[in-house]
C-alpha cells in the first residue's frame, strides 16, 4: 500500500540527510581551522601581580564540551534543494498543493535553524521531522469503535459518496467489522433509486449475517432510513448503518434529497466514501460533500491500489476531516481502521 509515496519519500528522507550531512561536515571543517599566532612583541611587557587564575577545565570536561555540546545550526541554503525535491515527490503522488505547503512548512521549521548536537543522529533528526509533517497533515483519524462505546445506542451512521466507488460494498465490510467487534447492527438500504441497489446491499447482509431493513425499488429512502432507526430502537441494536444513493457533487437537487434524509435520520456520523485511486478528484467532490451536507469521517476505498498515495494525505488535510477506514481488497475483512502512526511509519520504513 503508498508504495510509489514510500519509495520517493525514502529518497527525499536521504537527500534530506545528505544535506545535513553536507552542512556538518562543512561546520566541522570551519571550526578545527586553527588560527595562526600572533607575532611576539618586541619588548616584554615587565611582569604584573595578578589574582590566582581560575582552575581551568579538566580534559575531560573539555572533552564533553567538544562532543557532547558543540552544536550545528542548520541553515535554509542548506536544505533548499532538497525541500525542492521533497515538494515535487509530494505533488507527483497526488497530494494537494495545499498539504503540500503545509508539510514543506513544518518539515522546514523543524530542521531550519535547528540546533543539532554534534553525535545527533541525522537520520533520526530528519525523520522526526517528516513523521511530525505528516502527522500534523493526517491527524489523529477516527476510532470507530471507541465512538461507539461512548455515545448513545443506536448510533446512526449516514453514509455517502459518488456513484461507482464502493460505498455500498464499505457499508456491509463496516458491517462485518462491527459484528466481529461485538457490536449489534442493522442496515437501511436507502440507495432505492439505483437498479440493483436494494439487491445488492441484500445480498451483502444476507451473506455476514446483518438485518436489512428495505423498501420497494423508488421509495422514499428518508422513510427506509427512519424505519431502520426505529428497527434499532425497539431491538436495542448498537449501530445503524444507513447506505443511500451515489450522488455527484455538483448535482443539486440529489444534494437537497440527501440533506432532507439527514434531517429525518438525524444521524450522528456523515461518513463521506470515495476511492483513493482518484486522487486530487476524491479531494474537490469531498471538500463539496463537507460544504453541502457536512462529512464527519472518510472512508478511501481501493488503497491498495493507490501507489500514489496522496488522496489520504490531501483529504485528511483539505477538509479537516479524521480518515476512518482503507478499504484494502475485495473480501469482507479487506478494510483496516485508519491509524496514521502505522500509515506514517510505513511510508519512511520505520521501526524496520
Known sequence: ????????????????????????????????????PESPSPVAAPPQKSPSPPSTPSFVERVRVLITERELIVSENDLDEALSEL???????????????????????NLVGRHRKIGESVDALVVNALKGALLD???SGFDLKEYITKHE????????????TGKTTTVAKIGYYLKKEGFTVVIGAGDTYRAGAIEQISVHAERIGIKVIQHQEGAD?????????????????????????????????????????????????VVYVDEAVAGNDAVTRAF???????????????????????????????IGKPLMFLGVGQAYDDILPFEPAKVVDELLDCGT
Do not use: C
Request: no cysteine.
Open 288 to 318: 463539496e460533500f463537507d460544504k453541502t451536507v457536512g462529512a464527519d469521517a472518510v472512508v478511501l476505498t481501493k488503497a491498495d491500489m493507490d501507489s500514489r498515495g496522496g488522496a489520504a494525505i490531501s483529504i485528511a488535510h483539505t
Open 221 to 269: 429512502p428518508s422513510a427506509v432510513l427512519f424505519d431502520a432507526v426505529q428497527y434499532a430502537q425497539s431491538h436495542k441494536l448498537d449501530v445503524v448503518l444507513a447506505d443511500t444513493a451515489g450522488r455527484f457533487h455538483n448535482k443539486a437537487n440529489l444534494m437537497s434529497q440527501l440533506e432532507k434524509i439527514k434531517r429525518v435520520m438525524k444521524p450522528d456520523l
Open 1 to 36: 500500500m503508498f508504495g510509489g509515496l514510500r519509495e520517493k519519500l525514502m529518497a527525499a528522507r536521504q537527500r534530506l540527510g545528505g544535506s545535513i550531512e553536507a552542512a556538518v561536515a562543512k561546520a566541522e571543517t570551519e571550526e578545527g581551522a586553527v588560527p595562526a
Open 87 to 109: 515538494e515535487m515527490t509530494l505533488l507527483e503522488s497526488d497530494v494537494a498543493l495545499p498539504a503540500t505547503d503545509a508539510i514543506i512548512a513544518s518539515v522546514q521549521k
Open 153 to 164: 445506542r443506536p448510533v446512526k451512521i449516514l453514509f455517502t459518496g459518488v456513484n461507482g
Open 137 to 139: 497533515v493526517l491527524g
